[in-house]
């Protein structure tokens, strides 16, 4: 299966990768297909030169098959060169383990609020059980009616 992912090189603590068209059972740095872009993530967002894509050949390859790893489709999402992917961004991921917990504490309080209104939703739903039940007596009643006029009918 073909690939659309990052080949890394640089020095040691300084990154800079090549997107390349590459077999998926082929080493992360190892054999390549076609070099189609680079991507130096320490430059900031704003340089033009963080990212350089070569459009046409990458629409190429997505026309034959290759698929993007989840790194290149975001990179790709960015640059308009296919559509963004839906589960791209976790905010969560930034913030330390402790501070989340903290966050989600303020949000079980929320849920044990909603739980008296959603046993209150649980009450009315009896009350719309008793109506229908109430109308299978209003058809005996109906039903009745008949018996009663039957032993008229008799007296007469």
Known sequence: MLKLRL???????????KVVVADSRFARDGRFIEKVG???PLLPKEKKERIGLEAERIKYWL????????????ILGENELMPMPANSNNPQKAIPKKDRKKEEAPKEEAKKEEAPKAEAKKEEAPKAEAKKEEAPKAEAKKEEAPKKEAPVEEKK
């Open 7 to 17: 080949s890394r090189g640089g020095t040691k603590k300084r990154p800079v990768y």
């Open 38 to 40: 680079y991507f130096n």
């Open 63 to 74: 026309g034959q098959g290759a698929q993007p790893t989840t790194r290149v489709a975001r």
